[in-house]
């Protein structure tokens, strides 16, 4: 999916939202090495979004690595994001942006990519979900939020696990599409789609993995395990 402006690119977007299960956020040249053998694994095991998130590097390593990202993504149709930067997304035909709360306003963020383009917003408590709902309602549009983190993480240094009940209550109130973060891995996915999550959003247990394919893969089967699978793009 190319980052085109029209409403028909928008609809496909938020379809491939809308089935989409699991979520890998990977920065621009994981430890040190092209990102793209990793990708393709990932892609390959069942991973059907992906966001470059990259808080280190500059401008230009960012441009080139969405090159790829954006290439793969095309390949296998599935979205590709962007972290933090709504004009850097435009720039490298992204399909969407994902913001934190310090980071640009959701209605900022919304003008600067139009409607029909991904947004999603990470939250962290029962009152950032119900502001993005409040948000969303009023008219900047919010397509996804991400819940926690669950675990404490290193990709969130400083931020307090939030435990299963922050997605517990997430699967009873929230209607916009959320995907649950934070630690998740083969060991504890099935616990957590338990707590109510339909969406997972990972990080390192795919990353650094010896086998990124076979993680992704064993990820996937946590849905089939509860009953709510959804093949990539189906």
Do not use: W
Not at 56 to 68: F, L, W
Not at 157 to 186: Q, S
């Amino acid at each position: 999916m190319s980052f085109e402006p029209n409403e028909g690119a928008g609809n496909l977007r938020r379809e491939r939202l809308r089935t989409a299960r699991l979520y890998f956020v990977c920065d621009a040249a994981p430890g040190g090495n092209d990102p793209e053998p990793l990708l393709r694994a990932a892609l390959d095991g069942g991973v059907d979004i992906v966001q470059l998130r990259e808080k280190e590097a500059g401008t230009r390593v960012i441009e080139r690595a969405a090159d790829t990202f954006r290439r793969l993504c095309d390949t296998y149709g599935v979205p590709f994001i962007l972290n933090d930067d709504p004009e850097l997304a435009l720039a490298v035909r992204a399909d969407g942006v994902h913001i934190g709360q310090d980071d640009i306003s959701v209605a900022d963020a919304r003008e600067i990519i139009g409607p029909n383009h991904l947004l999603g917003l990470s939250t962290h408590t029962e009152e950032q979900i119900a502001d993005a709902h409040r948000t969303d309602r009023e008219g900047a549009r919010i397509d996804h939020i991400s819940v926690g983190p669950i675990n404490a993480t290193p990709t969130k240094p400083g931020r307090p696990a939030v435990g299963l009940e922050l997605i517990r209550h997430a699967a009873a109130t929230a209607t916009l599409p959320f995907f649950a973060i934070g630690g998740i891995d083969p060991d504890n996915v099935v616990e957590v789609l338990q707590a109510g999550a339909r969406r997972i959003c990972v990080v390192r247990a795919i990353r650094d993995a010896a086998d990124p394919a076979a993680v992704a893969a064993s990820l996937r089967r946590g849905f089939a395990a509860v009953g709510e699978e959804v093949l990539p793009g189906g």
